[in-house]
C-alpha cells in the first residue's frame, strides 16, 4: 500500500513538472530568430524626430545679495524697484532651452512642447539628417503643452511620422521614446505602457496621461512615444522623478490630443477651439459615493450649470452623476473633460448620467464658448499699482481661454509688461480684477477710469485661482 501511494505521489510530480519544462529557455535556432529587433521601427520613425532649440533674451543683474533686498530695490532704484535702471543695471543674456519634436507632415510641420519654446524670441530646429532651420511658431496651446511649428526655407518632402491612435493602446504594449536626452543626441529608448488615463498628474489642464517606463529624460520633452507600428501615439512632456533623471515614470500627452491641436493650426487658427460645456463638474469621493449609495466611487458629479449653455440645452442638471460620454466609462473629471475635449466641434455627443438613482442618455451640442462680449483689450496706463497690465473683458471664451474658475464679473489680466508698476506688485496673468478703491470693475473701461486719478494708498482685489486677495499698495 506505501509502494501504491508513493509511486502514485511521484507520477503526480512528473505530471506537475511537464509545462515547467515545456517553458524552459532554449538557445535561438535561427538566424532569424537572432536577429530580431526594432531597428526596422527606428529606422521608419527616428528620421521625423527632431531638436527643438528656443532662444530668449533675459535681463540679468549685477550679482549682489544687496539687489535681492526690496526694499533696497526700490530705494536706490536698481532693477526690480522704481526709479529706473540705477546702478548695478541689467544687462542682456541670450537664456537657451533644448528639447525634441516630431515632424507632422512633409511640408515642415512640427510638434513639440509649449514648455519648450515658451517666451522665445527665436526657434530653431535641427533634422536627424543635420540639418538646420528656422521655425515660426504657427500655434501655442498652453492649456495641453503643445504648441505647433512651421519650418522656413527648405524643398519640402520632409520625412514625417504618422499619428496612431492613442485609444488603441494597451496596458503592457511595447513602445519607445525617441528624442535628445541632456543635449547627447538622439537617442531611442524602450520600454512598455505602464498604465493609460492617469490623471491628477498637476502638468496640464487636460490630465488623462500615457505612463511608460521607456527612459524619458530632460531634452526628450516634445519627442515622441511611438509604438511597434512605427506611429507615434504620444508626445513625451514629463517626468516623475527625484533626481532629475528618469526613474522609470514617464508621462506622454496622447497623440488623440494631439490631433486636436495640429488640426487648429492647420485650419490657420491661432489658438485651439474646443467644445464648451458649460458645467463644473466634481470627482466623486468614497464618501459621496456612499451617501448617493453608488457601488464605487467613479463618475463626475454636476455642481453647477450655465445657462445657456450646451450642458443646459442638453438637459445636463446639478446633481446628475456623469458615468461615460460616446460609449466611453469616464471615471472622474479629468478623463471626462479629456474625452470632451477631443471631440470635433459641430454636431452632438451622448453622455450617459444617473439621476436620481436611474440611467439617463443626454445629447450635447459640440459648441464653442461663446464671445457674448467684446474683449476690448486695454493696457492700463497712468501712475498706478496695475500700470503695464493688460485685460479684457469676461465671456466664456474668456473665461475658456484663460482658466478661470467660479468668476461672473471683473476683467481678466492677459499680459504684463516686464519691470512695470504690475509686474512689481506681482500681479499674475489670469488674475481675475475685481475691485480699485472699493469701485467694483465690470468692464476695462471701468479698470481705465479707476486708474486714472491719483491716489497715496491703493486697495486692489483679484480672483486668483478661486481664492480672493486683497491688498493695499503705496501710490
Known amino acids: 500500500m506505501q509502494r501504491t501511494a508513493l509511486s502514485f505521489a511521484l507520477l503526480t510530480l512528473l505530471v506537475s513538472l511537464q509545462p515547467v519544462a515545456a517553458q524552459t529557455p532554449r538557445v535561438p535556432t535561427s538566424r532569424a530568430e537572432i536577429s530580431l529587433s526594432f531597428a526596422p521601427v527606428v529606422a521608419r520613425t527616428a528620421p521625423a524626430i527632431v531638436n527643438v532649440y528656443a532662444m530668449r533674451t533675459v535681463q540679468a543683474r549685477q550679482s549682489n545679495p544687496l539687489f535681492d533686498d526690496p526694499f533696497f530695490r526700490r530705494f536706490f532704484g536698481v532693477p526690480g524697484g522704481p526709479g529706473g535702471p540705477g546702478f548695478g543695471g541689467p544687462s542682456e543674456r541670450m537664456q537657451r532651452a533644448l528639447g525634441s519634436g516630431v515632424m507632422v507632415d512633409a511640408g515642415g510641420l512640427v510638434i513639440t512642447n509649449n514648455h519648450v519654446i515658451e517666451g522665445a524670441d527665436e526657434v530653431r530646429v535641427a533634422l536627424a539628417d543635420k540639418r538646420e532651420f528656422d521655425a515660426d511658431i504657427l500655434l501655442r496651446d498652453p ?7 512651421k519650418l522656413r526655407g527648405g524643398k519640402g518632402n520632409f520625412a ?56 524619458i529624460n530632460p531634452g526628450n520633452s516634445g519627442g515622441a512615444l511611438v509604438d511597434v507600428a512605427g506611429r507615434v501615439v504620444g508626445i513625451n512632456t514629463a517626468i516623475f522623478s527625484r533626481s532629475g533623471g528618469s526613474q522609470g515614470i514617464g508621462f506622454a500627452i496622447p497623440a488623440d490630443m494631439v490631433r486636436v491641436v495640429l488640426q487648429s493650426a492647420l485650419d490657420g487658427g491661432r489658438s485651439v477651439r474646443r467644445p464648451w460645456l458649460g458645467a463644473k463638474l466634481q470627482r466623486v469621493t468614497p464618501d459621496i459615493a456612499e451617501g448617493l449609495d453608488l457601488p464605487r466611487p467613479v463618475g463626475s458629479l454636476v455642481q453647477s450649470v450655465t445657462p445657456g449653455s450646451p450642458a443646459e440645452k442638453g438637459g445636463l442638471r446639478v446633481g446628475d ?28 455627443v451622448a453622455i450617459a448620467v444617473v439621476r436620481q438613482g436611474r440611467e439617463l442618455s443626454l445629447t450635447l451640442p459640440l459648441e464653442p464658448a461663446p464671445e457674448t462680449s467684446p474683449r476690448d483689450e486695454t493696457t492700463i496706463g497712468g501712475r498706478s499699482p496695475l500700470t503695464g497690465a493688460t485685460v479684457v473683458n469676461l465671456s466664456p471664451a474668456v473665461v475658456e481661454e484663460m482658466r478661470t474658475v467660479d468668476v461672473d464679473q471683473g476683467v481678466v489680466v492677459t499680459s504684463i509688461e516686464e519691470g512695470s508698476p504690475a509686474d512689481r506688485t506681482s500681479l499674475r496673468v489670469g488674475d481675475v480684477v475685481l475691485e480699485v478703491n472699493g469701485l467694483p470693475i465690470a468692464r476695462t473701461a471701468d479698470l481705465s477710469r479707476a486708474t486714472q486719478a491719483p491716489s497715496r494708498i491703493w486697495r486692489i482685489t483679484v480672483q486668483r485661482g478661486g481664492r480672493k486677495i486683497s491688498a493695499m499698495l503705496p501710490g
Not at 143 to 149: P, Q, S
Open 160 to 215: 514625417f511620422a504618422e499619428l496612431g491612435s492613442s485609444d488603441d493602446l494597451q496596458v503592457g504594449d511595447i513602445v519607445l521614446a525617441i528624442g535628445n536626452p541632456f543635449g547627447v543626441g538622439q537617442t531611442v529608448t524602450q520600454g512598455i505602457v505602464s498604465a493609460l488615463a492617469r490623471t491628477q498628474i498637476g502638468i496640464t489642464d487636460y490630465q488623462f496621461f500615457i505612463q511608460t517606463d521607456a527612459a
Open 321 to 348: 452623476l456623469v458615468s461615460a460620454i460616446a460609449g466611453q466609462e469616464v471615471d472622474d473629471p479629468d478623463a471626462f473633460g479629456y474625452r470632451f475635449a477631443t471631440r470635433p466641434l459641430g454636431g452632438t
Open 143 to 149: 492649456r495641453t503643452d503643445l504648441a505647433v511649428l
